[in-house]
Nanobody, 124 residues
Framework: VQLQASGGGLVQAGGSLRLSCVAS????????MAWFRQTPGNEREFVAA????????VYADSAKGRFAISRDNAKNTVYLQMNSLKTEDTAVYYC??????????????????WGQGTLVTVSS
């Protein structure tokens, strides 16, 4: 499975961005899709995920109330709508995918498939 992320850019604090990630698979609906982010010198951090079975969503505390993850199975695409962005949201954002991933591992970074990352920069 190949993942292509896009939508990053430069935005002022308080602004919004929508990230997209397209997956190259015929069985997209079987995959839990997730977003992680990483800053230099730090480990990859879970942001949000949407599961394969009906689209249950899971969010990191830092994302709750500001970010929304969604998926369009007809377009093989997962989205991350980011609102009320803060400077601390600055990072490279990666989409990840795993087929039939169990709930307890949703926020674990051991996904099998990763996109190339898209840079989000939030200025003050």
């Amino acid at each position: 499975v190949q993942l292509q992320a896009s939508g990053g850019g430069l935005v002022q604090a308080g602004g919004s961005l929508r990230l997209s990630c397209v997956a190259s698979t015929r069985t997209f609906r079987d995959y839990t899709m997730a977003w992680f982010r990483q800053t230099p010198g730090n480990e990859r951090e879970f942001v949000a995920a949407i599961r394969y079975n009906g689209g249950t969503t899971v969010y990191a505390d830092s994302a709750k109330g500001r970010f929304a993850i969604s998926r369009d199975n007809a377009k093989n695409t997962v989205y991350l709508q980011m609102n009320s962005l803060k400077t601390e949201d600055t990072a490279v954002y990666y989409c990840a995918a795993d087929r039939w991933r169990i709930l307890s591992r949703t926020s674990d970074p051991s996904y099998n498939y990763w996109g190339q990352g898209t840079l989000v920069t939030v200025s003050s």
